[in-house]
């Protein structure tokens, strides 16, 4: 089976991706989580070596990547030049944006702009590309949550009332992840 590697947002490995985990793992995959820095300590460089960590994991895997962790691993996969089989942004910009009393987060945002040639080089190594987002996310505004898939040319995945997928809306599974994954290998 497929490697999955499921890269952490701004703070850390979100609730959904205990779900992943298990259920992707009682199919068979084998699930990988790197150590990507966290919150005030979010920079490209610290996403960088943590992918670097898992490098030999990503061609012929899936990705799933939440939040600012989606542009990092965008960035990535661009760079290093790895062909993943698939990635699923959950949450993902491409641009960075101010969020009102949130100084640490701006910090960790700025880092994340995916360039137009960027997006494009990430759709040549890449041929599956989804991107799940929500009409009443917190943090990402939604001109942003709809321009993602558009740089990275990914199928818009639009699900209603998930929010920003971590904790504050209090999810915990995300069976659509999973099926998009099992009919990929099927």
Not at 60 to 67: P, R
Request: aromatic share 10%.
């Amino acid at each position: 089976m497929r490697n999955v590697i499921l890269v952490p947002g701004f703070n850390g490995v979100p609730k959904i991706y205990e779900y992943f985990k298990q259920e992707l793992e009682a199919k068979g995959y084998k699930v990988f989580i790197p150590d990507c820095p966290l919150r005030d300590e979010i920079t490209w460089d610290g996403y960088r070596r943590a992918l670097d960590a898992l490098n030999d994991k990503f061609d012929g895997g899936i990705i799933v990547a939440h939040s600012i962790g989606c542009a990092m691993s965008v960035k990535y996969v661009a760079e290093s030049s790895v062909k993943p089989f698939a990635y699923i942004s959950l949450a993902g910009f491409a641009q960075p944006f101010e969020t009102p009393n949130r100084p640490d987060l701006d910090k960790g945002v700025a880092e994340t702009t995916v360039h137009t040639n960027t997006g494009k080089r990430f759709a040549e190594l890449v041929a599956n590309r989804f991107s799940i987002y929500s009409d009443n996310d917190h943090i990402v505004p939604m001109e942003l949550l709809e321009e993602f898939p558009m740089v990275i040319n990914s199928k818009a995945v639009f699900i209603p009332g998930i929010g920003h997928m971590g904790k504050k809306i209090g999810l915990e599974k995300l069976p659509e992840v999973i099926d998009i994954i099992e009919k990929l290998d099927n």
